[in-house]
């Protein structure tokens, strides 16, 4: 029947399961950028210092002249946290943090270097680093996803 084909075409409920991961961010210390693995890639989840905060505002005021023109408060849901794939826009290389021009990111491959909100700087990467879908559920812990 109709009902049988559409609810065949419904994902597994471990492959639902997979698409949302909860992260305990307590043991993250300020300056620290912690690595999880969410659907097969890289999610970097950066306690900022108020100094790369003040470093990624900053940058606000020439957010025109960027390559992915995109304000820090829009990049962020907290100031503190920076939540983002940790995967370079170029080829899909991971940057290495606290690396780079701008003190954020840089991709070994090719040389993009990105700053402290993950926008690209210079370097062949088209766009900023990518935001995925999370949400703070209390101060502690987020869910990807």
Avoid at 59 to 87: Q, T
Avoid at 105 to 117: A, E, V
């Amino acid at each position: 029947t109709v009902v049988k084909v559409v609810h065949g075409l419904w994902p597994a409920r471990d492959a639902i399961a997979a698409g949302v991961i909860e992260v305990d961010l307590r043991g993250i210390q300020p300056g620290q950028n912690f690595v999880v693995k969410w659907r097969g890639k890289p999610v970097f989840v950066r306690r900022r210092t108020q100094a790369m905060i003040d470093a990624a505002t900053a940058d606000d005021a020439i957010v025109n002249s960027l390559r992915d023109p995109e304000r820090d408060k829009d990049r962020v849901k907290k100031p503190e946290w920076l939540v983002m794939l940790g995967v370079c826009t170029h080829l899909g290389c991971v940057p290495y943090p606290d690396q780079g021009l701008y003190g954020g990111y840089f991709c070994p491959c090719h040389g993009s270097h990105y700053d402290h909100s993950g926008r690209i700087r210079l370097g062949p990467a088209p766009l900023n680093m990518e935001i995925p879908t999370y949400e703070f559920i209390d101060d502690d812990t987020i869910i990807l996803g």
